[in-house]
């Protein structure tokens, strides 16, 4: 830390990704819910074809991927915002809707950027801890005078809260914010897209890093209302009007022109996750019931942190978490099923299993 650094900032603890290693034809990469699949060939080639026009600014408004998403989900093209990947919408929201009064609540287990926002935006916070079977009691966020984080399925557990317990949120909190993040939906849950049209306090988030393959691109969106999005808008065009640039616009595009190639992909990875949910059970191990692309599991005789490091030095990457309640569990991506297999093998060797 240089002596010049803001007093605000000294004891800020960034947020940390999952390792990115350097990829062999030996590296399985099962620690950051990337899709095992590449993008899609439209999605490659709207990109390439933008890259021609890179002396040119992006659209601020990401028009024609407004246009699509709204078409396709049944909105209107004012009540979506693209960012760059879901983390630049949910710390608008943070920014929009939060203030000293009204402080943001979220799970004490969830996705671990929520309390990073919160700490940069110098926010008081308050989380709410998961029951003992790590699941998200809807009923606890009820009247809480706060600005609501949910993400739904909650990460790293995949257990997500059903259509109607989300209803139930949203209607005991008619004067605050609820902020749905659906970085998950996609691999087996119900979106709430469609409630944006029955309260004007729900925001939904998601993004294209996982089900549509593209997290190197960079691309989230939310659908709101459209005072709500206009919010959004503001505080966006006054960081940062281009955020989205001109090939991750087009990547967007062409991936949502190839929406059968996202549903295929996100039916397989739903047969990968049920395949080695068995297996890992087999094996004697603990895996919570997921509704996401990852699963997480735990060995009453094998260690999470012991797992996690004996299979990175097998070239195998999953990730673990070293807070009390989730240092025993490790979260592993659903990937193909012959990294998958090769996962079990390798698993079957542990030393000491
Ligand atoms: C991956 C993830 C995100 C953010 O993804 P981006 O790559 O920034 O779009 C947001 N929320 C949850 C719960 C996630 O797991």
Do not use: W
């Amino acid at each position: 830390m240089s002596r010049y650094l803001s007093a605000r900032y000294q004891s800020l603890v960034p947020y940390v990704p999952g390792e990115q290693p350097k990829l062999t034809g030996e590296t399985i990469k099962l620690n950051t819910n990337e899709s095992p699949f590449p993008p899609s060939e439209k999605a490659k080639a709207y990109a390439a074809e933008a890259s021609k026009k890179l002396e040119r600014y992006c659209d601020t408004q990401c028009n024609a991927l407004r246009e699509k998403m709204a078409e396709l989900y049944g909105v209107d093209k004012d009540e979506v915002i693209f960012t760059n990947g879901s983390d630049e919408v949910l710390s608008l929201c943070f920014m929009a809707f939060c203030d000293s009064d009204k402080t943001p609540v979220f799970p004490d287990i969830t996705y671990g950027f929520y309390k990073v926002f919160a700490d940069v935006y110098c926010l008081p916070y308050t989380e709410i801890p998961l029951t003992d079977d790590f699941r998200v009691d809807h009923k606890e966020y009820y009247h809480s005078g706060k600005t609501i984080f949910i993400a739904n399925p909650n990460a790293p557990t995949g257990i997500s809260l059903s259509k109607e317990e989300i209803r139930g949120i949203i209607e005991n909190n008619p004067d605050d914010i609820v902020v749905i993040d659906e970085a998950y939906v996609d691999f087996g849950r119900q979106s709430v897209v469609p409630l944006i049209h029955e309260y004007d306090n729900l925001i939904v988030t998601g993004t294209f890093s996982k089900s549509r393959s593209m997290a190197g691109a960079r691309l989230g969106f939310g659908f709101a209302s459209k005072a709500l999005i206009t919010d959004l808008n503001t505080v966006r065009n006054s960081l940062n009007p281009y955020n989205v640039n001109t090939m991750t616009q087009a990547a967007g595009l062409g991936a949502l022109c190839d929406e059968e190639y996202t549903r295929r992909n996100c039916e397989i990875i739903k047969e990968n996750r049920a395949y080695l949910t068995d297996e890992l059970r087999k094996l004697g191990f603990t895996v919570l019931p997921s509704d996401a692309n990852f699963v997480f599991a735990s060995h009453p005789n094998i260690g999470g942190k012991a797992l996690y490091e004996y299979l990175k030095s097998r070239q195998i990457f999953i990730r673990h978490f070293e807070t009390a309640r989730l240092k025993d569990y490790n979260r592993i991506t659903i990937g193909t099923r012959e990294q998958l297999d090769k996962l079990i093998e390798t698993i079957k060797e542990f030393p000491e299993a």
